[in-house]
């Protein structure tokens, strides 16, 4: 059976997610500090602001499950196909 080779996520590409990330939290959480609002303004957009990352982890999670679910039922079906294709003799008379 053949299976596909999965390129490995680079330490450089991780690291610069990651900082991107931290980079534009920080950058919103500081706009959102010194916004010259009142508390309330100012509490629902950290608010908003919570929302958007948390439901962000959440979408990145969906995307990964559905990509690994379908990588297993690819895997499932071409063991499948790998098993009939060994059983299979084509000389044989029935």
């Known amino acids: 059976m053949a299976q596909s080779?999965?390129?490995p996520t680079t330490t450089a590409f991780y690291l610069q997610a990651v900082i991107s990330f931290v980079i534009s939290?920080?950058?919103l959480a500081a706009g959102i500090v010194y916004l010259p609002?009142?508390?309330w303004v100012r509490s629902f957009l950290a608010l908003?602001?919570?929302y958007v990352v948390t439901s962000t982890f959440t979408l990145a999670k969906c995307?990964?499950?559905?990509q690994e679910e379908a990588t297993v039922v690819?895997?499932?079906d071409q063991a499948r196909l790998d098993k009939?294709?060994?059983e299979h003799d084509p000389f044989r008379a029935d």
């Open 37 to 39: 609002v009142t508390t």
């Open 84 to 86: 009939l294709l060994a």
């Open 5 to 7: 080779v999965k390129p």
């Open 63 to 66: 995307v990964r499950d559905r």
């Open 74 to 76: 690819s895997r499932v």
């Open 48 to 50: 908003g602001l919570m």
């Open 25 to 27: 939290l920080v950058g």
